[in-house]
Every structure is written in C-alpha cells, then in structure tokens.
C-alpha cells in the first residue's frame, strides 16, 4: 500500500495551533506515515518563496500589513485590528502548489496573516482536514464571536465593523467562505464539543463532514517531576502569550487574590505571570508576583507548571486551551469560568469551574483548591490517559483514511 503523505499549514511558529501542529505532525512521523509541517512566519518558518531569507519575510510582512490595511477602511476599534481576519491577501498559489501536488491529505491548522488567500483553496484538489482551533471558518471573519451568533444566519451588522448594515464586509466574507466551502472535500475537526455545537450552526460548515477530536499532549515533556521547592508559598500560575490581552483578562484573577488578601485568610500566594506584559498600567496584585517573559521549550514550560500549585484561566471566551490539559499532565489542578470549551476539560477531577464571572466565587475556588490539594494527587494519571497524543492521531489516521 501507497504510504500515506500529509501536509499540515500553519501561519506561524507561535500559538496553541503551531503547537497542536507540531505535535501532530512528530507522532505522525513515528507512526511511520510521512509527515511535512509548513511554518510560513516567524523566526522557525520554513517556507520559502525566493529562497532569499530577507526577500520572503519581506513579501510575507507585506502581505499581512496589505490585509489590515485594508481592514483600517472598515474596522471600528483598532483594539480589533487582529481578532478579525479577511481571508485575503495571499501568497500565489504557485509557491505552495509544487508541496501540495506531492500529498495526499492537506490538514490545515491557521492559514491567515497573508499566507493562503481563501480562494484558493478550491485549487488544492485533495482532501482537506481542517483543525479548527478558533471559529473564523464559519464566520464572516471573526475568529471568537463572542455573544453574538450572526454567524448562525450569514452574518452582517458586525460590530467588528464601524458601518453597521445587513450587507456589510462580515456578510461578504461569509457569502464568499460559503460558496468555497460547498466545493470542497474537508472536514472539519472541532477540539470542543462547544465548537462542534459552533460548526454545526453556521452555515458554511454544517453540510461538511464535523468530528471532534480533541488536542493531545506530548506525554514524554509533560508530566509530573519532583522540584524541590518552599512548602509554605502557594504558587498560582497565569500563562499567556500576551499577558494584556483583554480577552485573557488577566485582571479578574487580580480581583480574587486581592478578595483574599483582603479576607485576612492566613494563606502566602505568589502570583507567577508566564508571558509578555505590554500594557503600561500596574498589574495591582496584594500578593508578591513572579514574572517570567520568556519560555523557550516545551521543557521548560514543563517545568513551570510543576512549580505552581494551580493554573487560573479567567478568560471571557476559550475554544479549547490546551494549558489546562498540559497543566493537569504534570499534576497541577486548574480553575477557569465556564465558557467556551473549558468545561468539556475541567471535571471535578480536574479542577474548578465558576460561573462566569464571579469573581467572589472564583477567589473561593482558589482557596478550595490550593487548600484540598491531596484530592488532586491522580489528576497526572488522568489526564495522560485521556489526553496522551498517540491515540489523539490514531484518531486523526482513521479520519485521513476515510477521507482518501
């Protein structure tokens, strides 16, 4: 029998889709079957256009700064400029046709920021497996649509946008996603059944062929490890790329440590932030912080979360985030409110699930949890047995081979 060649797409070295990518791809690869993962920016990216490494980040700049520039026209908040996507620019369909032509599954995980224009992708001529790690497939270009579900009947009326009208550019774009969609032979992995739910919604994918799958993990970097640390400090862990993302929010976990300080609970926490922080207001937080820029490795980030107690996630919308599992792998417990797909992560087993966003509540369930942490001492067993990545791309080899 032929061996199996598959090609994943991926716009950038950096985020939970590369990293998703990445594992995939490597267990692939040990599973025997052919395995090529494109990163098309960033300081890792392997795609050449000219073949002149200044040339092509150049050209690949360009074509992302086209496409909000383009975007200036109609964007209402520049605060929005990255969370909303047209699908457009792209590099010529020449440069990734000579990958394309030698595979027989495509599975894309992120095409934007100038890589494939979305028309092309009708040109492909192969099976398509799409990871959806965020909803901008089956909407007029929002990748988290929030509380709004326009996506459910075509979009328009997008407050995205600053003219507000039933015809406007989300309801374009999502007329054009529709008509490519119908033509292609994909199917659409949703790691969340609350994505699934999404997918199953909106127009553009509820006639395609819709499977969740959920993100694996690489069990042999993440897992539990004895480090040797003070026993009295609790360490409550906050990770982003961005720490000032508004999204990410950052602010409600400072709202609940500065409840118990202020409670007078006799408990010593140390806040440790993973991640950049660009905003240039005070973080704010009672309790002593520990800040950490930059991790370089998944082995080392491995070894961040064996030294904290607990993971908070405060996010307003998560699809899916894998820093909850990758957390529970090394036996560190997690508390986020319920929104999105955390909740098909966080079990009782797990952690902590608070109605959003009640910040009173959450406070009390860092308490519960850094103060009953024995009930967690199986968590690692748990999670490695449901979320380990090898049977995660079994399931992915069955779903190529259905597909070819």
Not at 155 to 165: E, H, S, T, V
Not at 264 to 293: A, H, M, W
Request: hydrophobic share 40%.
């Amino acid at each position: 029998m032929k061996k199996l060649k598959v090609l994943h797409l991926c716009s950038s070295d950096m985020g939970g889709a590369f990293m998703i990518a990445q594992k995939i791809s490597n267990e692939l690869l040990l599973k025997g079957i052919e395995s090529e993962l494109i990163i098309y920016s960033g300081k890792n990216n392997n795609f050449k256009i000219t073949g002149i490494k200044l040339l092509d980040n150049f050209i690949k700049f360009s074509l992302h700064a086209m496409e909000k520039f383009i975007f200036l026209f109609y964007e209402k908040d520049k605060k929005m400029r990255f969370t909303f996507s047209l699908g457009f620019p792209g590099i010529p369909y020449y440069y990734i046709k000579k990958k394309i032509v030698n595979c027989d599954i495509v599975h894309i995980h992120w095409i934007n920021k100038g890589f494939v224009n979305v028309k092309d992708l009708t040109k492909f001529k192969k099976p398509i497996v799409w990871t959806t790690h965020d909803i901008w497939i089956a909407t007029g270009g929002c990748h988290l649509s929030f509380d709004c579900d326009k996506f459910k009947i075509g979009c328009g009326n997008c407050f995205y946008l600053k003219n507000l009208n039933e015809n406007d550019l989300s309801s374009k774009l999502y007329k054009t996603k529709l008509r490519i969609v119908e033509k292609l032979n994909v199917s659409f992995v949703s790691p969340s059944n609350w994505m699934l739910t999404n997918l199953k919604s909106s127009l553009i994918t509820q006639n395609s062929n819709l499977i969740n799958i959920p993100n694996g993990i690489n069990v042999n970097i993440f897992h539990k490890q004895f480090i040797e640390r003070e026993n009295d400090v609790f360490n409550v862990g906050f990770v982003s790329a961005n720490l000032s993302d508004s999204n990410k929010a950052m602010y409600r976990l400072i709202e609940a440590l500065n409840l118990i300080h202020k409670s007078n609970k006799k408990i010593n926490i140390n806040l440790v932030l993973i991640g950049k922080y660009k905003s240039e207001n005070p973080i704010g937080c009672l309790f002593p912080i520990t800040k950490i820029d930059f991790v370089s490795s998944q082995e080392e980030m491995s070894k961040m979360y064996n030294q904290i107690d607990l993971l908070s996630v405060t996010s307003t919308l998560e699809t899916f985030p894998t820093t909850i599992i990758e957390a529970g792998c090394c036996g560190v417990p997690s508390i986020a409110f319920n929104v999105g797909g955390i909740s098909d992560i966080i079990t009782e087993e797990v952690g902590e699930l608070i109605d959003p966003f009640d910040i009173e509540k959450y406070s009390e369930g860092i308490l519960k949890i850094l103060l009953s942490k024995d009930k967690y001492q199986f968590l690692d067993k748990f999670m490695l047995q449901k979320y380990g990545i090898s049977s995660i791309v079994d399931n992915y080899i069955d779903l190529y081979k259905k597909m070819i």
